[in-house]
């Protein structure tokens, strides 16, 4: 019997085998896990038996959706589910992109990009099935930090990063305050005076393609 949440964890109460009423309370009560065990069995027979396939019991399981991925994706935990990326796939697309934009490349801003556009542009494509557009937007903002760390070590002495903060339109007590800071490139991609100038507009006019525009532009289709 399932509660109005759907949620079979908690259902209070089933009939017996031969229509009698049971309490949850009873002894003789199994647990709710019980029946998924034999349906997750009986299907794995048949696999196995009818359909002669072979069933990877690692990546088999009785457990809530969202606990599970298939394929890349997930579901959220929400009263109406949505598909969503899973967890190990952000960690893998994440793990790429620091590669891309790893400091210890030394390399023009253009190859980068034109790296990442290549990467990002296929991996959209196939998780725009995703119903979770925030995470696209927020992979974004991330690429784009990495990136102004890139630049800011590019630029490596003091004087080249004022010189670069005076010609993108910073007052020259900022720049100087900025080029000459002695904090980690990682916490100065995040500053104001870099959020400000190396925008989303300044890498597009490197060409940098957006995860979140692409995915809008596929989910049209």
Not at 110 to 123: D, T
């Amino acid at each position: 019997m399932v509660n109005s949440t759907g949620d079979f964890g908690r259902a209070e109460c089933a009939f017996g085998t031969k229509g009698t009423f049971r309490s949850r309370k009873d002894p003789s009560f199994p647990p709710i896990w019980h029946y998924g065990e034999r349906v997750k069995q009986s299907v794995t027979a048949f696999i196995k038996g009818k359909l002669k396939l072979k069933v990877n019991q690692e990546k088999s399981a009785v457990d809530r959706p969202w606990k599970r991925k298939f394929l890349g994706f997930s579901f959220t935990s929400l009263l109406e589910p949505k598909i969503r990326i899973a967890k190990q796939s952000l960690q893998r697309v994440k793990q790429k992109i620091r590669q891309i934009t790893s400091r210890r490349r030394p390399i023009p801003i253009q190859w980068r990009i034109e790296e990442l556009n290549e990467y990002l542009m296929g991996w959209i494509g196939y998780f725009a099935l995703a119903d979770t557009p925030n995470v696209f937007q927020n992979l974004d903002a991330w690429v784009r930090r990495r990136l102004r760390m890139c630049l800011w070590k590019e630029w490596k002495l003091p004087r080249t990063k004022v010189k670069r903060l005076l010609a993108l339109g910073v007052p020259r007590g900022k720049a100087y305050e900025w080029g000459n800071s002695r904090k980690g490139y990682w916490r100065i991609a995040k500053s104001p005076v870099l959020h400000r100038t190396l925008d989303k507009r300044f890498f597009e006019s490197y060409q940098l393609k957006s995860l979140k525009e692409r995915y809008h532009a596929l989910r049209r289709t």
